[in-house]
């Protein structure tokens, strides 16, 4: 399996303008996680999926964020309108049920100027 | 209010010997405790998962204790390579809260040869 797949690596944008990050997570994973990470907050989750079904999304900071999941190999994490301090790595990761590792994709690196 | 804590500071410490990186925690009853590993540029990888009811797990050179009264987990490595240099990660896991993780910030790891 080649793991989990997140697009782009890097994504530059202006602020206002409309973000979208995508995900492909490990065939078979029931579990899709959504992470942001910060030199200053660290690594926070920002809402996680069970079976394409939003759980949890207490972590997501406002309204101009948002999450799907469509089907099971896929996920978007949007940000309308960016800011500044959207600026982070945001990283997906899957794994197989509620209690076992979680396996983190390569991050996608967001800059909002 | 609930906090995680790991050594703020680096640890730096010569090859072969065995680096002892700290994990705290104050008001959460977790099920379990997994470490991680993050390289720079790169998402956190899974090393070890330790249960409540598991005082020490072992893999390879890698060791975790678990101490529920203390409310600490204790991660070491031993006979510790320049290849161990990395940020060391570690994540509770909340009963009831499905596979929902909350990361410490990180301890970054220096084995000097």
């Known amino acids: 399996d080649a793991g989990v797949i997140q697009s782009p690596r890097h994504e530059v944008t202006e602020m206002g303008q409309e973000v979208t990050l995508r995900c492909k997570p490990i065939?078979?994973?029931?579990?899709l996680f959504w992470y942001r990470q910060t030199m200053m907050r660290g690594l926070e989750l920002l809402i996680y999926f069970n079976n394409n079904v939003p759980i949890d999304d207490s972590g997501m900071p406002e309204d101009r964020f948002s999450a799907k999941m469509p089907n099971a190999s896929f996920s978007t994490l949007k940000i309308q309108p960016s800011e500044p301090r959207d600026s982070a790595v945001y990283f997906c990761a899957s794994s197989l049920d509620a209690y076992n590792e979680q396996f983190f994709g390569p991050g996608t690196r967001l800059t909002v100027l | 209010s609930q906090k995680i804590e790991q050594n703020s500071e680096a640890l730096n410490i010569q090859e072969g010997k065995t680096a002892t990186l700290t994990c705290n925690y104050t008001?959460?009853?977790?099920?379990?405790l997994q470490w991680y590993r993050q390289d720079p540029g790169r998402g956190p990888v899974f090393l070890l998962l330790i249960r409540e009811n598991e005082k020490e797990k072992r893999k390879e050179r890698l060791k975790v204790t678990f101490d529920t009264t203390l409310k600490q987990s204790l991660f070491h490595i031993t006979a510790s390579q320049p290849a161990d240099s990395a940020t060391y990660l570690c994540?509770?896991?909340?009963?009831?809260?499905?596979?929902?993780?909350?990361f410490g910030q990180g301890t970054e790891l220096s084995v000097k040869p």
């Open positions: 994540a509770l896991a909340v009963y009831n809260q499905g596979g929902k993780l909350i």
């Open positions: 065939s078979g994973h029931d579990y």
């Open positions: 008001n959460y009853s977790p099920a379990y």
